[in-house]
């Protein structure tokens, strides 16, 4: 057993974990929790509801269903980025202007009044997601690291 190597690779691992459990608690905080309760609204042939707002640099998630079990229109008024998801009978929205500010906007494009009841949620893109995302894949790599240190550590010999 090589005890300098078995207790850097033991280091490693403690800060490996230490910088995951920051990384993961900062990127949880930056994608942030829902700004609204649950919503239930009705709309007519043709109506729309606006969303929400957002800047640049941020994006607007929304969760919803619908009495009708098919997507709704989408509409927003600043070019950007949109996604929409199907996951478990919900829809997933995301919409992330690329400049200025932009409205995202629910629209009932059937022919039959529809029941809908959604949740906003707002999601920051600023760089306290990317620091998170480097804090967690530094700690992956550290911890791989770590754990050869270790093994290596306790099954070679000393050296004499």
Same mark, same amino acid.
């Given at each position: 057993m090589r005890k300098g190597m078995l207790i850097t690779g033991m280091v490693l691992l403690?800060?490996?974990?230490?910088?995951?459990?920051i990384g993961f608690t900062g990127a949880a905080k930056v994608i942030g929790t829902p700004s609204s309760s649950p919503k239930t609204i009705s709309l007519s042939p043709g109506?729309?509801?606006?969303?929400?707002?957002?800047?640049? %640099?941020?994006?607007? %998630?929304m969760v919803y269903n619908d009495s009708l079990n098919k997507p709704l229109g989408v509409n927003y008024t600043s070019p950007g980025y949109l996604s929409t998801t199907q996951v478990d009978g919900?829809? *997933?929205? !995301?919409?992330?202007?690329?400049?200025?500010?932009?409205?995202?906007?629910?629209?009932?494009?059937?022919? !039959?009044?529809?029941? *809908?009841?959604?949740? *906003?949620?707002?999601?920051?893109?600023?760089?306290?997601?990317?620091?998170?995302?480097v804090m967690i894949f530094l700690s992956i790599v550290i911890g791989i690291v770590g754990l050869i240190l270790?093994?290596? %550590?306790? *099954?070679l010999k000393p050296r004499h």
């Open positions: 403690v800060i490996a974990i230490a910088l995951f459990a109506d729309e509801i606006l969303i929400g707002s957002v800047e640049a %640099g941020t994006a607007l %998630g919900l829809y *997933v929205v !995301t919409y992330a202007p690329l400049s200025g500010v932009g409205d995202l906007y629910l629209v009932n494009n059937y022919t !039959t009044t529809v029941s *809908v009841t959604y949740r *906003v949620i707002s999601i920051s893109a600023s760089s306290g997601l990317i620091t998170s995302g270790t093994i290596l %550590g306790a *099954v």
